[in-house]
C-alpha cells in the first residue's frame, strides 16, 4: 500500500519544528506502524539525512516507550499502543499526521521524542510499599482474595506511556496516578502507607504542572491498557479520607 | 589442540553443596553500616537485576549510580516477560522442593551449569516470591486468596507464579518502585537515557564507566569502587529476536575488550512459541508465552501433501480429522507431551517444517487451543491468556480462540555472558556481571521462568553479601574522574565515534545488522554444522570489514542521534558473532540449544560428549584464546536428557 505522512521534525528542545511530507510506496499491511517508520528511516539515513527520532523499546506494547499521536490521536486509531498497530489499520493512500506528545510536563527532546520523566518523579513521591529487601514475612502468610488481586492487577497494568495525558485538555495525569494509587490501595500491602501515599503522589503531580481532572474520561478512551476512570474515583476518595483522617497516618 | 588450556578457579565455597551458600554468607567479609556511606557502586541497567541490586544496595546504605539508555529505568526490557517465575515452594504440595527445581534447571541446561550457583538460586527462590509478595505485586491468586501457580517447559511439578502475561512487567515495577524510594531518599542518583560505553580499570580493578548522554551527546566519566553490569542478553546479533530493540551487547563487550572474558558465547535460546516471519521489513519478533504450552496442543498436518493444501488456503485446519494431524511433540515425548523444554520444542518444529509440514508461508506450525476451549469453556481460556491471545489477533489479524495459532522458533536468550565466578565477579577484580548478561545459571539452555528468577536472586540476595565481602577489603578512597586512566578512556571513546561518523559509506547501519543476523540465523542458530559455521566465520569477518569501511552514520556526536547508537552497538554485535561462532566450533559435541547436526543420537535428539566437553568455554578478547572452567558434578550424575 501507499502511505504518505506528515511528520513534526524538531532539532532540539529549543527550536520551533515544522511539519515535513514523506511518502511511502510498497507498503505490507501486515507492516506495524514503527517498521514503516524503520524503512523510512533507512532510506533518510542512505540518503545522508536524519532519522525521525522516535520512542520505542520492546514493540510488544509492554514497556510504555513508544508515544506519539497519528492524525491527533494518541498512539493513533485504535486503542493500542503504536507499536502494536499495524498498517492494515489504515486506507492505501492515507495521509496521515505524526506528532509528538504535546503537554507542558512532557517537554520535546527532538522530533517525536518528549522527556516523560515527571511520571517517574511522581511515583518517586510515594508510588511504592517501603520495604526493604529480606525480612518479609512468607508469601502466603497474607491472603488475598481473588477479586482483589485482579482487580490490583487490572490498575497496576498501566505502563506509563502518558497517552492520558496527552489525550487531556488541561494534560491532567490523574489516570496514571490514579492507576498505581489503586493499585496499592486494594492490596493489605499497600494499605499501611495509602493515606502519605496519596497526598505525596498528588502534590508532586500538581508540581510537576499536569492541569486537574475535569472528568471528560478522554484519558480512558485512549488508554491502550484500558485503565478505567472508576480508578480515578478511587483515588479522589483516597484523597479525601487522608486529608479528613490525618491522624490515622 | 595440543596448547593446553588455562584453567579458572570459580571460588566455589567447601561443603556439602546445599550448605554452601549458607557457609559462604557465614564467612564473608561485611562492612560496617556506618562505612557503606563512604562506597559508591554503579550499577549499569534497570531491568530485574539492575534494579534489585541498586535498591537493596541503596537500602543497606551504599551511595548507588544507576543508569539505563530507556528514558526510564521501568522500560528495562525485563517489562516484556511474559510467563511467570519459578520458586521451588511447593505451596501446591505437588513434590517440589529446593533440589528438584536445582534437579531440574541442571538437567534443563543439559549438564553445562555450574552446581553450586544452581543450588544457591532454588534456595533463593522461595525468598524472591516472599519479597516481591510484600511490595505489592499482584500475582494471581485462587479463590481462597492465596497464590496461584501454573507449570511451564521441562519441569513435573507447578511452580510458576504468574501476574496474568506480564509477570515481568509487574516484577519489574516492583524493583522500579523499590528503586524509586532509594532515589527519593537520595541513595540512588539516576541516570536514564545514558550508554555505558566503557569501563575503566585502575591498578587492575574497575573503578569507573565512560557513558554518553543520549540527548545530548555529551561523553562524561563516573568513578566508584565497584562497577556491575547488568545489561541483559545479545539475542538481538540476530537482529530479528524477542529481545527489545535497544537490548545490546556494548557495555559487556567493551568489559570484554578490557579483559572480562567471555563465557559459552554460542549458548543462545530458540524460544519455539513466536509469531512466524511475515515479510522483509519486519524490525521484531514477537513471543507468545510458554505458559501457551499448558492448554495448547502443537501439530501440524500429517503429509506434506495435506499441509500444501493448508498453505494454500484450499483446507482449513479445523476441517483436518484427528488422523490427519501429527502431535509431533506428544507423540515424541509422552511424558512430557506439549511441555518438553524449549530447545527440544523449537528442533522438533524445524524438523517437521523441514519436512515440508509446515504451515502458513512454510516456517509455521500449528498451537491449537480447540480441546482446551471445549474442556475448560472459552471463559476459562480468556482469563488465563486473555492479554496473549488479543496481543495475538492485534498482530496477525486472526482470532486464535476460532482458529489454531501459527507459531515458530524465534532467538529469545542467552545463555551466555560474561563469565563469573561464584560471587559473581568477572576475571575484572571489582566488576560483576548479574541477570542475563552472566552465563551463570542456565547452562546450555534455560528453563521458562528461569530467567526472571535469576535477575532478582542476583540483585536482590547474591549481591549485597558478595559485593560486601569485596568491598571490606577496598580502601575508601575515590579516584577523581580527572585522574589519566579516565582521560583516556574518554579520548578512546571519542575516537572510536568520530571514526564511525567520518566513514561516511553508501550502506545503513541496520543493512549490516541484518545481513549480520541473516547469516548468524542460518549457520549458528537452531542447528550448526562444522561447514556452515566455517562459512559463516568468513561471512562475517568480510561484514565487519566492509562495515568499518563503508557503513553511512549521519549526523553528528552532539546531539541525540539514533544512528551513531545503533552503529556502536552493532560494530560490537559484529565482533560478538565472530566469537559465537568459534565457540560453536570449538564445542564439537550437541547440548541444549546448542545443536551440532554431527552430533545427535539416532532419534536425533542432541548428544553430549561429557568426556571432552563437560567446560565453560571462556575467551579471552583478541587472540581467540580460550580457557575453560571444569563442571564437577557432585550432586546429580549427568545422564542423556530424557522427555520421553
Ligand atoms: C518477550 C520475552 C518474554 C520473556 N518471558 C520470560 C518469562 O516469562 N520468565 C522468565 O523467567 N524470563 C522471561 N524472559 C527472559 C527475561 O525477561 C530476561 O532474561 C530478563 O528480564 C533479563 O533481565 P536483566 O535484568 O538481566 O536485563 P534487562 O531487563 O534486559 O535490562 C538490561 C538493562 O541494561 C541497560 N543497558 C544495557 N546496555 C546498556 C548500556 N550500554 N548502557 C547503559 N545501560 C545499558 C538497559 O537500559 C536495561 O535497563 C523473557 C524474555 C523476552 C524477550
Ligand atoms: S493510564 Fe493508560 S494511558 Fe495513562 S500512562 Fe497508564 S497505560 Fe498509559
Ligand atoms: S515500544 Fe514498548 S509499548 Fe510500544
Not at chain 1, 217 to 242: D, G, M, Q, T
Not at chain 2, 276 to 288: F, R
Request: net charge neutral.
Amino acid at each position: 500500500m501507499k502511505i504518505t505522512l506528515k511528520i513534526w521534525r524538531q532539532s532540539n528542545s529549543s527550536e520551533k519544528g515544522n511539519f515535513q511530507t514523506y511518502s511511502l510506496e510498497d507498503i505490507s499491511p501486515d507492516s506495524s506502524f514503527l517498521e514503516v517508520l524503520d524503512l523510512l528511516n533507512v532510506r533518510l539515513e542512505e540518503e545522508g539525512k536524519d532519522p525521525i527520532h522516535f520512542d520505542h523499546d520492546c514493540r510488544e506494547g509492554i514497556c510504555g516507550t513508544c508515544s506519539l499521536y497519528i492524525n491527533g490521536r494518541p498512539h493513533g486509531p485504535s486503542q493500542t499502543t503504536t507499536c502494536q498497530l499495524h498498517m492494515r489499520s489504515f486506507k492505501d493512500g492515507e495521509l496521515l499526521w505524526v506528532e509528538p506528545w504535546r503537554a507542558k510536563p512532557f517537554p520535546v527532546i527532538k522530533d517525536l521524542v518528549v522527556d516523560r520523566n515527571s511520571l517517574d518523579r511522581i511515583i518517586q513521591a510515594g508510588g511504592y510499599v517501603s520495604v526493604r529487601t529480606g525480612g518479609v514475612p512468607d508469601a502466603n502468610s497474607l491472603p488475598v482474595g481473588q477479586d482483589l488481586a485482579e482487580e490490583s492487577m487490572d490498575a497496576a497494568s498501566c505502563i506509563g506511556c502518558g497517552a492520558c495525558v496527552a489525550s487531556c485538555k488541561n494534560a491532567s495525569a490523574m489516570l496514571f496516578v490514579a492507576a498505581k494509587v489503586s493499585h496499592l490501595a486494594l492490596l493489605p500491602q499497600g494499605k499501611v502507607e495509602r493515606q502519605s501515599r496519596v497526598q505525596e503522589m498528588i502534590a508532586q503531580m500538581d508540581k510537576e504542572g499536569f492541569g486537574s481532572c475535569t472528568n471528560t474520561a478522554a484519558c480512558e478512551a485512549e488508554c491502550p491498557k484500558n485503565i478505567s476512570v472508576s480508578h480515578i474515583a478511587r483515588l479522589n476518595r483516597e484523597f479525601f479520607l487522608a486529608k479528613i483522617l490525618p491522624e490515622t497516618k | 589442540m595440543a596448547v593446553k588450556t588455562p584453567i579458572l578457579d570459580a571460588k566455589i565455597p567447601k561443603g556439602t553443596l546445599s550448605e554452601k551458600w549458607s557457609a559462604y554468607k557465614s564467612h564473608a567479609g561485611l562492612v560496617n553500616p556506618a562505612n557503606r556511606r563512604k562506597y559508591d557502586i554503579i550499577v549499569v541497567g534497570t531491568g530485574l537485576a539492575g534494579s534489585s541490586a541498586a535498591a537493596s544496595l541503596a537500602e543497606m546504605g551504599y551511595n548507588v549510580k544507576s543508569f539505563c539508555f530507556q528514558d526510564s529505568p521501568r522500560r528495562a526490557h525485563s517489562i516484556a516477560a511474559q510467563g511467570g517465575i519459578n520458586a521451588a515452594k511447593n505451596y501446591q504440595n505437588d513434590g517440589d522442593s529446593v533440589f528438584r527445581l536445582f534437579y531440574d534447571t541442571i538437567k534443563g541446561g543439559d549438564y553445562r551449569a555450574r552446581e553450586a550457583n544452581v543450588h544457591r538460586l532454588a534456595e533463593l527462590s522461595t525468598h524472591i516470591i516472599d519479597q516481591c509478595v510484600a511490595q505489592g505485586i499482584p500475582f494471581a491468586r485462587e479463590y481462597g486468596g492465596l497464590l496461584a501457580n501454573r507449570s511451564f517447559g521441562g519441569a513435573q511439578v507447578s511452580r510458576t507464579f504468574y501476574a496474568r502475561g506480564q509477570t515481568g512487567q509487574q516484577l519489574l515495577l516492583g524493583a522500579y518502585s523499590a528503586l524509586s524510594r532509594q532515589i527519593q531518599l537520595g541513595k540512588v542518583q539516576q541516570f536514564s537515557r545514558h550508554e555505558i560505553l566503557d569501563l575503566v580499570i585502575v591498578e587492575g580493578k574497575a573503578r569507573g564507566v565512560v557513558v554518553r548522554d543520549l540527548v545530548s551527546g555529551k561523553i562524561s566519566s563516573h568513578s566508584a569502587h565497584a562497577v556491575l553490569l547488568c545489561t541483559g542478553g545479545y539475542g538481538n546479533v540476530y537482529f530479528l529476536s524477542t529481545n527489545a530493540m535497544g537490548s545490546n551487547v556494548t557495555a559487556c563487550w567493551r568489559a570484554h575488550k578490557k579483559g572480562a572474558f567471555f563465557a559459552n558465547p554460542c549458548f543462545t535460546q530458540i524460544h519455539p512459541t513466536c509469531i512466524p516471519v511475515h515479510g522483509d521489513h519486519q524490525s521484531k519478533l514477537t513471543l507468545m508465552s510458554e505458559s501457551l504450552r499448558n492448554d495448547g496442543r502443537v501439530w501440524v498436518p500429517k503429509t506434506p501433501a495435506l499441509a500444501e493444501k493448508v498453505r494454500k488456503g484450499g483446507l482449513s485446519p479445523e476441517e483436518l480429522s484427528e488422523e490427519d494431524r501429527d502431535y509431533f511433540l506428544e507423540r515424541r515425548y509422552p511424558a512430557f507431551g506439549n511441555l518438553v523444554p524449549r530447545d527440544v520444542a523449537s528442533r522438533n518444529a524445524k524438523y517437521v517444517c523441514d519436512e515440508g509440514k509446515g504451515v502458513g508461508t512454510g516456517l509455521a506450525v500449528f498451537l491449537d487451543f480447540r480441546d482446551a476451549i471445549k474442556r475448560d469453556g472459552e471463559d476459562v481460556i480468556r482469563s488465563k491468556y486473555g492479554n496473549l491471545f488479543d496481543m495475538y489477533q492485534q498482530i496477525t489479524g486472526q482470532d486464535p480462540y476460532r482458529v489454531p495459532m501459527n507459531i515458530y522458533p524465534a532467538v529469545h536468550y542467552t545463555m551466555g555472558g560474561l563469565w563469573v565466578d561464584y560471587q559473581l565477579m568477572t576475571t575484572i577484580p571489582g566488576l560483576y556481571a548479574l541477570g542475563e548478561a552472566n552465563f551463570s545459571d542456565h547452562g546450555a539452555n534455560r528453563l521458562g521462568a528461569s530467567a526472571l528468577m535469576q535477575g532478582l536472586a542476583d540483585g536482590y540476595f547474591v549481591i549485597p553479601y558478595t559485593l560486601g565481602d569485596y568491598l571490606s577489603n577496598m580502601p575508601y578512597e575515590k579516584i577523581p574522574t580527572t585522574h589519566p586512566a579516565f582521560q583516556e578512556a574518554e579520548k578512546e571513546v571519542l575516537r572510536d565515534i568520530q571514526k564511525l561518523l567520518q566513514i561516511q559509506g553508501n550502506k545503513s547501519v541496520d543493512y549490516y545488522h541484518k545481513q549480520l543476523g541473516l547469516c548468524m540465523w542460518e549457520y549458528c542458530g537452531m542447528s550448526r554444522t562444522q561447514k556452515g559455521l566455517e562459512k559463516a566465520r568468513i561471512r562475517v569477518k568480510e561484514l565487519r570489514e566492509e562495515f568499518w569501511k563503508n557503513v553511512k552514520v549521519v549526523g553528528k556526536n552532539e546531539d541525540m542521534n539514533l544512528c551513531l547508537e545503533k552503529a556502536g552497538r552493532v560494530a560490537d554485535f559484529l565482533e560478538l558473532g565472530e566469537l559465537m561462532i568459534e565457540d560453536a566450533l570449538q564445542r564439537e559435541e550437541s547440548c541444549g540449544g546448542h545443536f551440532r547436526e554431527e552430533y545427535q543420537t539416532p532419534e536425533g535428539e542432541a548428544l553430549r560428549n561429557d568426556e571432552l566437553f563437560s567446560f565453560v568455554s571462556i575467551w579471552e578478547y583478541g587472540q581467540k584464546k580460550m580457557h575453560k572452567e571444569h563442571l564437577n558434578f557432585e550432586e546429580v550424575k549427568p545422564t542423556q536428557r530424557s522427555y520421553k
